[in-house]
């Protein structure tokens, strides 16, 4: 009998290809499902070849776990490209408080919270584009992320587009980052573990930022990086941000492309219970330095969706915490994100 499931493929922006009849292959009891959970990073969008939209997300999020709410975090979805490139995110804020009002009376608060793009370089110009962000969202604008994720490599890439180099260690970062600051508004970083030490200095130069480390700060497992020498430079530099209290850490993200874990090559797709033992050096690292209060467990989704399903991931999460306390367990689950991200449970 011919297989019905595609081979594992990427898509055109880098993310591996959801295969649905492929994660289906295995499923679990849920863990805790009376647990409350804020998913503090997902994406919405509509690509020519992944749609991921608010029934796509609603469908996952309705697996099983108590999923509460959710946080949105730009991903350069539905621009307004009648605009200025600085002002064609606003219609990204624009499109995804329509997706939040949708959800306003769905078991899940999708969008609850809203991080968007203002290119925190632009000097004088961001506190006005900010007003606006703010302005559209209707008390959801929670944030700013810019596109930071970068490495010289030609093969390590997590993005639709490649950014150059910059912009963390530009003096006009920072400044964008003051005025972020001043108007109560946090900055999310997605960055790989090499650019650690430029997430430091930013986070050094401008304490009065909530800065969020997205995604484990992005220990690659790629070519031409070893694991066990990314391990030990990784280590040190999210022992060293974890010494800056302004800097809070995203725990998940493992299982994009550049994570290297290959778990969408397998005939079948991972157990919770694999994904935990994989994911347990990085996880519980990140716990030790920072601390429950300042982690959060986020699904990624759907770019994690190409290696695991939603129920999976969150049974993985439960797993790795088993040995928190109960304190500890609501913080990394919900009471980081909610007080961060500024949510009710």
């Known amino acids: 009998m011919v297989s019905m499931i595609p081979p594992p493929s990427m898509t055109a922006s880098r993310h591996i290809a959801i295969r649905e009849a492929w994660l289906a292959q295995h499923a679990e009891a849920i863990l805790e499902p009376d647990l409350p959970i804020i998913d503090p990073h997902h994406h919405i969008w509509d690509h020519a070849d992944q749609r991921y939209l608010l029934p796509e997300f ?13 946080v ?9 490209m009648t605009e200025p490139p600085e002002r064609r ?6 499109f995804m408080t329509r997706v939040a009002e949708a959800a306003e009376t769905a078991t899940t608060r999708a969008c609850a919270g809203i991080v968007g793009l203002v290119d925190l370089t632009l000097g004088d110009r961001v506190v006005p584009l900010l007003e606006e962000h703010v302005a559209i969202a209707g008390g959801r604008f929670r944030g700013v992320r810019n596109r930071t994720a970068w490495d010289a490599a030609p093969n390590i890439r997590s993005n639709l ?4 180099p910059g912009p963390l260690p530009l003096p006009a970062f920072r400044e964008g980052a003051r005025r972020l600051a001043a108007m109560g508004l946090t900055l999310d970083v997605w960055a790989y573990h090499p650019q650690l030490a430029q997430v430091l200095a930013v986070a050094r130069a401008v304490p009065e930022v909530t800065l969020i480390v997205n995604h484990c700060g992005g220990p690659i497992g790629l070519s031409p990086y070893r694991r066990a020498d990314v391990f030990a430079a990784w280590r040190a530099s999210v022992t060293a941000l974890a010494g800056c209290p302004n800097v809070m850490m ?6 994009m492309d550049v994570g290297g874990y290959a778990f969408h090559q ?3 797709p991972p157990s919770s219970i694999i994904l935990a033992e994989a994911w347990r050096p990085a996880i519980e690292t990140c716990i030790e330095a920072f601390g429950a209060e300042r982690c959060m467990f986020e699904s990624n989704f759907p770019v994690d969706k190409g290696m695991c399903s939603y129920p999976v991931l969150w049974n993985a999460f439960k797993r790795l915490a088993t040995a928190a306390s109960a304190s500890e367990r609501t913080a990394l689950f919900s009471g980081t994100a909610a007080r961060v991200y500024r949510l009710s449970v």
Do not use: N, V, W
Request: charged residues 20%.
């Open 266 to 268: 397998q005939p079948m």
């Open 250 to 255: 995203k725990l998940g993200g493992l299982a």
């Open 89 to 94: 995110p606003l219609g990204e804020t624009r």
């Open 58 to 70: 609603l469908a996952d999020a309705g697996t099983g776990h108590d999923i509460r709410a959710s």
């Open 72 to 80: 949105f975090i730009q991903c350069s979805s539905q621009y307004d």
């Open 161 to 164: 587009e490649s950014p150059p």
